[in-house]
């Protein structure tokens, strides 16, 4: 092959990582590995796709190393600066709405927050929960499976995308029943690319709460051509917000013993207490970033155990083994592909030149499968040790919820080994339309015991 060719063929591989049509059809892991070999870190032409702007490009990190010294050093590779997703706002006000939240800020703003929440996040606050999770998970293991000795589910619907719904309605203290609100809103952020989830309206006005029907009131409607306003946007999402509002005067009347709560009550070394405006975007990292990771984590696990039915049978026999084999699986699946800073100053990286203003994007998906790191990545080893994988990010972003996460994926998985005994596909599963989340719109399984 020659140069050119040669060339040609890696930013194909490019073009195919950044498409998020690609994974409606599986992650090309391939092109991920090539590009990993050659091509470390690698120019990505943002070309407009699927009714989307394009935009000026950015830089795909790929290599394990890489990506943590990328999340490692916000004082080079700023999380506040451009947001954290490939995507650049669309207007200046869309950019200072996306700079107020967590998720996109740097020290010291970030410190403070984290410290906040960090205080809720207790472990008594945790230990209080892993009772509720034991309870929600064995019931909704039961719903599917009763007294039969065998059937058939949609892992993604009936199983995965209403345990971390119940764990969050726990967390922020709201009504149960408006827990399918939290379903739409995540659908509506991280599925915009994916027309099966952008208009997503799951949630039962008839059933909710008051606050819910108040809220809903403000849920925008489609455009003359089917679209609705950019759900990275605060006009994209007023309901949340209204909901989020309510929620937070509900809790300063009649606090509980919930996380949102505690949060609402805390103060900052210099005593300051959390803005109303800080609790919002908050509720919106909860009820968004909360939700959607888990709920794709657990399909995926499930996927890895259909796809290899000896540590389905190991697990079963070992459960002793779960902790670890949540993990791997986690790194096996990787639900968040792609995370984006904006560098600060010039630098090199990889073999990169980049300049300050560029957009790099790290792959945490190409990290966990990075073979300098982990020996016979395609294959989940419940035993391997150690095991550094960036599921739950690195460096002051790591996600202050990886203990929960990992918490409700074992409560879950020890009730569906004992109860559904061996599980098969019965069916293709439907993957989510985006470069950013690896998601499951549907798992089809069959289950029998054994």
């Given at each position: ?22 994974y ?15 091509r ?9 796709l ?21 999340m490692?050093q ?5 999380s ?25 800020m ?13 205080r809720a ?8 929960l ?12 039961e719903?599917?499976v009763?007294?039969?000795?065998h ?20 967390i ?7 827990r399918?609100?939290?379903f739409d809103?995540?659908?509506r ?6 027309p ?41 999402l ?20 919930d996380?949102?709560?505690?949060l609402?009550?805390?103060r ?7 803005s ?9 990292l ?8 888990l ?16 540590l389905?049978?190991r ?16 790194r ?8 984006r ?10 073999g990169?030149?980049?300049?300050a203003?560029?957009k ?11 073979e ?8 989940p080893?419940p ?26 994926m ?7 080994l ?30 029998r015991?054994?």
């Amino acid at each position: 092959m020659s140069s050119t060719d040669h060339e040609a063929a890696l930013s194909a591989d490019a073009d195919r990582v950044f498409d998020p049509e690609t994974y409606v059809h599986g992650v090309p892991f391939e092109a991920l590995a090539r590009l990993r070999r050659e091509r470390p870190v690698v120019w990505v032409d943002e070309k407009p796709l699927h009714g989307w702007s394009g935009g000026p490009g950015f830089w795909l990190v790929l290599r394990h190393a890489d990506v943590e010294a990328v999340m490692n050093q916000p004082q080079r590779f700023s999380s506040q600066l451009g947001g954290t997703q490939i995507r650049d706002p669309a207007t200046p006000e869309a950019l200072r709405y996306v700079q107020q939240m967590m998720l996109n800020m740097d020290p010291p703003q970030h410190t403070r927050l984290r410290r906040l929440l960090a205080r809720a996040f207790t472990s008594k606050a945790l230990t209080q929960l892993d009772s509720r999770i034991r309870e929600h998970a064995r019931m909704l293991v039961e719903r599917v499976v009763g007294a039969a000795d065998h059937g058939r589910c949609d892992f993604a619907k009936d199983i995965g995308a209403d345990l971390p719904l119940l764990a969050l309605a726990d967390i922020l203290g709201m009504p149960a029943e408006d827990r399918m609100l939290l379903f739409d809103w995540s659908n509506r952020v991280i599925g915009y690319q994916d027309p099966d989830y952008a208009s997503s309206s799951a949630f039962d006005l008839a059933s909710g709460s008051a606050m819910a029907r108040e809220a809903l009131r403000l849920r925008p409607l489609p455009d003359a051509d089917g679209r609705l306003p950019d759900p990275r946007t605060r006009e994209g999402l007023p309901d949340l917000y209204a909901y989020a509002h309510l929620l937070a005067e509900h809790k300063q009347r009649t606090p509980g013993d919930d996380l949102m709560s505690l949060l609402l009550a805390a103060r900052d070394d210099d005593g300051t207490k959390l803005s109303l405006e800080e609790f919002e975007n908050l509720f919106w990292l909860f009820a968004v970033a909360g939700n959607e990771t888990l709920r794709n984590g657990i399909p995926g696990a499930c996927i890895g155990l259909i796809e290899h039915p000896e540590l389905q049978a190991r697990l079963r026999a070992e459960p002793a083994l779960l902790p670890k084999a949540i993990d791997e699986l986690l790194r096996w699946w990787t639900p968040v592909m792609t995370f984006r800073r904006t560098a600060i100053e010039d630098c090199v990286l990889g073999g990169a030149a980049i300049r300050a203003g560029d957009k790099v994007v790290v792959s945490f998906l190409s990290a966990n499968h990075d073979e300098a790191v982990f020996a016979d990545p395609a294959r989940p080893d419940p035993l391997r040790t150690p095991n550094p994988h960036l599921v739950f990010g690195y460096g002051p972003h790591f996600c202050l919820g990886a203990q929960l996460a990992r918490m409700q994926m074992r409560a879950l998985f020890a009730e569906v080994l004992a109860r559904m005994g061996c599980i098969e596909a019965d069916g293709a599963p439907a993957f989510l339309r985006s470069n950013f989340q690896r998601g499951v719109k549907r798992l089809p399984v069959k289950w029998r015991r054994v």
